[in-house]
């Protein structure tokens, strides 16, 4: 039954697998913003942003400092970066099991959809799964050999993999000033690298993992517009079976990689502190995916990534000055360039989706010239 002209309509609230793929897609929602603009007034609208927009940098900026503790402090000297991983997949895996299984016992407090364990999703998803692995152990890895001023130089090259990957899977051209800033970002990456031998601070492994890392990262978009409908465009389902299958996934890499045996004569395995710690960087690894739909849906894709550069900006300067690093100019300007290029990047994929969508279609055209 159709409902009537007077009939109030409703919008419904913004699903997490329309988040992800505005996301992916690099499109907002401008009807839902119009909509939720004429219902809230403008300085609410602007503090729920400005709470949304800090809660995402301190949860990410918090997340890579803590990483970057549990994985190369010399108060731990923990050297399991495998297990460190696996361990935060197992928490993310049981979080999402708890909420599902309270906003079962709890249907009005709580939305949460219900996951069980089904093996034939789990094999569906496995694809997926392989390069989730790949994108949260390549980002760990990175982290533990780099400092975290050079972090976000050192996994830069996403953009430049996004192009690449949707020229040769999607047969996808990109236009010559988004090729422009690619540039920019490559010159930024290579002149980073460069002042950090140039200081004597440079991993190569480091950096080999942070090149992997960004490659992933691109893999992970592709593979999960792929995924999405074996679980029913549910983004907290794909997060648990993402996460359970690298879970089992991990354990014979921390056999292989004698990271279980190294963990047994770890010092501070019966500390309070080192769990505590493990489990936050765990809360923190959960966080992360929500507050990011969390600011995509409350700003806009575009503003996500503006928002993500500029978190990237001030988490360097934080770095250096936290651990007290000296950096030159030049390196200085690697960084520059890095975001600079990112920012250019995602202005630039914005105007022209925003030019594609303001062009009248051919049939519209056709139907102007007839004078209909």
């Known amino acids: 039954m159709k409902p009537g002209p007077g009939t109030c309509k409703r919008r419904a609230p913004l699903k997490r697998s329309r988040i992800l793929h505005m996301a992916l897609m690099g499109a907002s929602d401008p009807s839902g913003e119009a909509e939720a603009s004429k219902e809230k007034p403008f300085l609410l609208r602007a503090l729920q942003i400005t709470l949304v927009v800090s809660l ?41 099991k708890s909420l ?30 392989v390069v989730f692995i790949g994108m949260i152990t390549f980002n760990n890895l990175c982290l533990k ?107 014979p890499l921390l056999l292989l990689l004698g990271e279980l045996q190294a963990l047994w004569g770890f010092a501070q395995l019966g500390s309070a502190h080192f769990w ?17 739909g969390l600011q995509i849906k409350f700003t806009s894709p575009l503003t996500h990534n503006v928002s993500g550069t500029a978190k990237a900006c001030a988490q360097t300067v934080l770095a250096v000055l936290y651990y007290e690093e000296t950096k030159s100019f030049l390196w200085w300007t690697s960084n520059m360039m890095v975001l600079g290029g990112s920012s250019a990047y995602t202005w630039v994929r914005g105007w022209e989706m925003k030019k594609i969508q303001e062009e009248p279609s051919p049939k519209e055209d056709e139907k102007s010239s007839m004078g209909v």
């Not at 890579?64 to 000297?77: A, H, I, M, R």
């Not at 079962?104 to 034939?120: K, N, Q, T, V």
């Not at 710690?277 to 966080?287: E, H, P």
């Open 100 to 129: 599902s299984t309270l906003a079962a016992l709890c249907p009005g407090a709580m939305d949460f959809p219900s996951l069980r364990l089904d093996l034939r999703v789990a094999r569906s998803v496995l694809p997926l799964s």
């Open 145 to 251: 050999y780099v400092g975290v001023a050079f972090y976000n130089v050192g996994r830069s090259l996403t953009t430049v993999f996004n192009v690449l990957l949707s020229y040769l899977l999607l047969k996808q051209t990109t236009s010559f000033y988004a090729l422009l800033t690619c540039g920019i970002i490559i010159g930024g990456f290579w002149l980073g690298v460069d002042q950090e031998g140039a200081e004597g601070t440079l991993s190569w492994t480091g950096t080999l993992f942070g090149v992997l890392a960004s490659l992933c990262v691109s893999l992970n978009a592709i593979y999960t517009k792929k995924v999405l409908p074996a679980v029913d465009g549910s983004i907290w389902r794909l997060t648990f079976y993402n996460n359970v299958n690298a879970c089992a996934l991990f354990l």
């Open 276 to 292: 505590g710690m493990m489990t936050l960087g765990g809360l923190f690894g959960f966080a992360i995916g929500y507050v990011t």
């Open 56 to 96: 995402y940098w301190a949860t990410s900026i918090s997340m890579v400092f803590l990483n970057k503790y549990l994985l190369d402090s010399p108060s731990l000297q923990l050297d399991t970066p495998i297990f460190v991983t696996f361990y935060q997949c197992l928490v993310t895996t049981l979080l999402c």
